[in-house]
């Protein structure tokens, strides 16, 4: 059972567009949530995270979106640059918990057209 | 700037034998995590670790064992390989939150 869910395998985009990733949750004892990005060869790496007491977090053309009653964020890229293209993993916590391990979704693969 | 340092990046492995990934962290941080990537998948947590000492199982620890004598290192062994434990390993480490990943082991069992 996929407690983290990006239903979307791919995504391909203009250059200078706006890029939307989305991911669905199915825990309502997840309380944080990262994006991590992926380029192939390479350890994922952090991108941008938000907390349930925040519905939004922005840091320069990234921003995370988190629908709690939903159980839904998304990951906003504006304006999309070719060297976005990589996989982009949502991950979800209980930093509540004893221990911060992740549970990551199956990824999408984002691809920018110059 | 180390951080996390996965050893051997590739190996391929006959169905049976053993071998131990290796990952190091220098920048102190407590908790150690083992992922799997197969394709078309995301992170599968194998084993992880609280501290040095404490260790516990992840979603698929299975065929795999681990030990924490020391706050930096956090081996993963496996001793009966099988095909299907061809992945790639991700280790990683965290303080809280946001986790720091290794470049990864590519795993071939033949």
């Known amino acids: 059972d996929q407690q983290v869910k990006q239903n979307s395998p791919s995504l391909s985009v203009q250059e200078g567009r706006i890029s939307i990733l989305n991911c669905d949750y199915t825990n309502s004892m997840f309380d944080y949530f990262l994006w991590y990005k992926k380029y192939p060869a390479e350890g994922p790496t952090f991108l941008i995270s938000i907390s349930s007491i925040k519905d939004k977090n922005e840091d320069g053309r990234f921003t995370v979106f988190l629908n709690k009653s939903a159980k839904h964020l998304s990951l906003h890229i504006v304006p999309s640059q070719p060297g976005d293209s990589a996989v982009y993993f949502c991950a979800a916590s209980s930093i509540t918990g004893a221990n911060s391990k992740l549970t990551f979704g199956k990824g999408i693969t984002l691809s920018v057209r110059p | 700037n180390a951080g996390v340092t996965q050893t051997p990046k590739f190996r391929i492995l006959k169905i049976g034998q053993s071998m131990t990934l290796q990952c190091a962290q220098d920048m102190n941080h407590n908790y150690m995590y083992w992922y799997r990537q197969d394709p078309g998948m995301g992170l599968k947590l194998i084993y992880y670790?609280?501290?040095?000492?404490?260790?516990d199982k992840g979603e698929v620890p299975n065929g795999y064992n681990v030990s924490r004598s020391t706050t930096e290192d956090f081996p993963l062994r496996l001793e009966l390989a099988a095909p299907s434990q061809t992945s790639v390993y991700f280790c990683?480490?965290?303080?809280?939150?946001?986790?720091?990943f290794g470049e990864g082991s590519r795993l071939t069992v033949l």
């Open positions: 990683a480490s965290s303080y809280v939150g946001e986790l720091f």
């Open positions: 670790s609280v501290g040095a000492g404490i260790t």
